[in-house]
């Protein structure tokens, strides 16, 4: 059964606007969220993470909320240029170190375009 | 600079052939992954290891074997590999003592059996 579930599947933008990416989990317990950016035919790149109950992150133009009681995070991306154009992965981590185990969303697809 | 390097970056087998795929960090990193990732789901982790010549099971360890013959290298070997296993392979490393187990991702191997 899935655990991380994001939305929308796929997103198209255009140059200069704003987007907000959804990540949904029944992962327990949820010790933080990562959000990852995976360029096409590249690896995983962290964005940030999320750690606290009520939590908010801000990295450059991606910013992102998390509610655990809710089990639900946000990636915002503000004035969104053509290189933002990637998958984005949402990544729930049961433990805090090394020795937990990682649960995966399949991603949600974002174009933008000129 | 840190990196966790992957060869080939994509390969063709046969059904029934032998595939091994190599992973190299210089990260310094005790963790090492082998993840898969299949077009609409998640990544899903086969192997890991937190020891040279020790390897752990993942989720889906069948039909996959793990090699780590130092902290630097670990394999992944499909000694018979079949029509289901073709997809995207990912390997990571992470390191007992960061921030939130972030694990550093290869750039993927693109694995198709014919």
């Known amino acids: 059964k899935t655990q991380v579930e994001q939305s929308p599947q796929s997103l198209v933008v255009r140059q200069g606007e704003n987007c907000v990416l959804q990540c949904n989990y029944s992962v327990t317990p949820d010790n933080h969220l990562r959000w990852f950016k995976q360029d096409t035919g590249k690896g995983l790149v962290s964005l940030t993470v999320l750690v606290d109950q009520k939590d908010k992150t801000s990295n450059g133009r991606y910013s992102a909320t998390l509610d655990k009681d809710a089990k639900h995070s946000t990636l915002h991306i503000t004035a969104t240029l053509l290189d933002d154009t990637a998958t984005y992965i949402c990544?729930?981590?049961?433990?805090?170190?090394?020795?937990?185990?990682?649960?995966f969303g399949a991603g949600t697809q974002l174009i933008v375009i000129p | 600079e840190a990196a966790v390097t992957q060869s080939p970056r994509s390969k063709v087998a046969v059904t029934g052939g032998k595939v091994t795929l190599s992973c190299h960090q210089t990260?310094?990193?005790?963790?090492m992954y082998w993840y898969r990732q299949d077009t609409g789901h998640g990544l899903r982790l086969i192997h890991y290891s937190y020891v040279a010549d020790s390897t752990e099971k993942g989720d889906i360890p069948d039909g996959y074997k793990a090699s780590r013959p130092s902290q630097e290298n670990f394999s992944l070997i499909l000694e018979l590999a079949s029509l289901s296993q073709t997809a995207v392979y990912f390997c990571a490393s992470s390191g007992l003592g960061d921030n939130y187990a972030e694990q550093f991702f290869g750039p993927g191997t693109r694995l198709t059996v014919l």
């Open positions: 990544v729930v981590g049961d433990r805090g170190s090394a020795l937990g185990r990682l649960h």
């Open positions: 990260n310094n990193h005790d963790y």
